[in-house]
C-alpha cells in the first residue's frame, strides 16, 4: 500500500493496541537511527513520546486542562495535533494507543495534515489479553472484556490530574480497523509474530516506508541492541519507566502463542468468538 501524497504534516504515528511490541519497535528504530549502536532504555524516555502530556496539551492551547472534561479535552485535540505537528519540516515519530477516530463535530484527530506517515502494530489478541492483565495487575477475564469493550478508555486518575489526558481505545479489533479501514492514512501494517519471527525483515520494511537509509550493518545492530533477553536484563538492574507500579515487570518473554500456556479453552474460545473477523483477517484463525 502506498503513502497518500496528501499527507503533509510532521507525524509518524507509531500506532497499536496496548501491549503489542509498540515499546520494542520503538526501541529498534532508536538503535536503527543511531546505525545500529546499543540503546539505553531511559534513552525511550525523550523518543517517540506519546503526544498525550497534559503540560504539553496546555502550553500549546493555553488551556487549563485541569478544569475541563474528557469530552472537552477530545474536542481540542485535532487543533492541539495542528500545532503541534501541523506545521515544520522536521518528521517526528509518535507512539500513540488511541484509536483513530473523529470528535463529536467530525473532526479527524488524526488528520492527513497532522501526518507525514503511519504504521500499524497487530498482535494475536490471546496474547494481548495476557500481557494487558499482566501490566494492568488485573484478572485475564477482565482483560478479554476490556478487548472487547468498544467504549474502553485509558484516563489519569483524579490524584494523577497533571499527568496524561485520556485515551479513546475501544476494542481490539474496532482499533484495528479504525487505523487500518478507517483513517485514510494507508498504514504499513506489522504483524508482532512476522516481527517476532524475522526483525530484520520487519525493520528492512519500515525503513523503506518511512524513507529512511538501513543498510544492513544498522539492522543488525538494532536487531542486537533489541533482544528479549537482553532488554529484560537491563530492566532487572536499572528498572523501566514505561512499567506501572502495579506490574511486576515490563519485559517478559515477548513470545507469540504464549496464551496457549495461560488462557483456559473457555477464555481462548471468547476471544475468538469476540474478534473472529479480525482475527481470520490477520491469521490468527
Not at 483513517?183 to 526483525?199: F, K, N, Q, T, W
Request: hydrophobic residues 45%; proline residues 4%; negative net charge.
Amino acid at each position: 500500500m502506498s503513502v497518500p501524497s496528501a499527507l503533509s504534516g510532521r507525524a509518524i504515528w507509531l500506532a497499536s493496541y496496548p501491549k503489542s511490541g509498540n515499546t520494542w519497535l520503538r526501541l529498534a528504530l532508536k538503535s536503527l537511527q543511531a546505525g545500529g549502536a546499543p540503546i539505553a532504555l531511559s534513552e525511550l524516555n525523550d523518543y517517540a513520546r506519546m503526544a498525550i502530556g497534559r503540560h504539553l496539551f496546555d502550553g500549546l492551547l493555553e488551556a487549563d486542562s485541569g478544569n475541563m472534561t474528557d469530552a472537552e479535552i477530545e474536542a481540542l485535540r485535532p487543533a492541539f495535533h495542528d500545532l503541534h505537528f501541523g506545521t515544520g519540516e522536521q518528521a517526528e515519530l509518535c507512539k500513540i494507543h488511541d484509536c483513530w477516530f473523529r470528535t463529536s463535530d467530525g473532526r479527524a484527530v488524526f488528520d492527513r495534515h497532522h501526518t507525514r506517515a503511519a504504521l500499524y502494530i497487530v498482535r494475536d489478541p490471546r496474547d494481548v489479553a495476557v500481557s494487558w492483565a499482566r501490566f494492568m495487575a488485573g484478572s485475564l477475564d477482565w482483560s478479554i472484556r476490556f478487548l472487547a469493550n468498544s467504549e474502553a478508555r485509558l484516563g489519569p486518575d483524579a490524584d494523577r490530574i497533571n499527568s496524561a489526558i485520556a485515551q479513546r481505545i475501544g476494542g481490539w479489533s474496532d482499533h484495528a480497523a479504525s487505523w487500518i479501514d478507517e483513517s485514510g492514512l494507508a498504514p504499513l501494517v506489522i504483524r508482532y509474530e512476522d516481527m517476532h519471527a524475522d526483525l530484520p525483515t520487519t525493520l528492512a520494511l519500515v525503513a523503506a516506508h518511512l524513507g529512511w537509509d538501513a543498510p544492513e550493518s544498522a539492522i543488525a545492530g538494532a536487531v542486537a541492541a533489541t533482544r528479549f533477553e537482553r532488554l529484560a536484563d537491563e530492566e532487572a538492574r536499572s528498572g523501566f519507566r514505561g512499567k506501572p507500579g502495579s506490574a511486576e515487570r515490563f519485559f517478559h518473554t515477548g513470545r507469540s502463542g504464549g496464551w496457549r500456556d495461560v488462557l483456559t479453552p473457555d477464555q481462548a474460545a471468547r476471544v475468538a468468538t469476540d474478534h473472529h473477523a479480525m482475527m481470520h483477517r490477520f491469521g490468527y484463525l
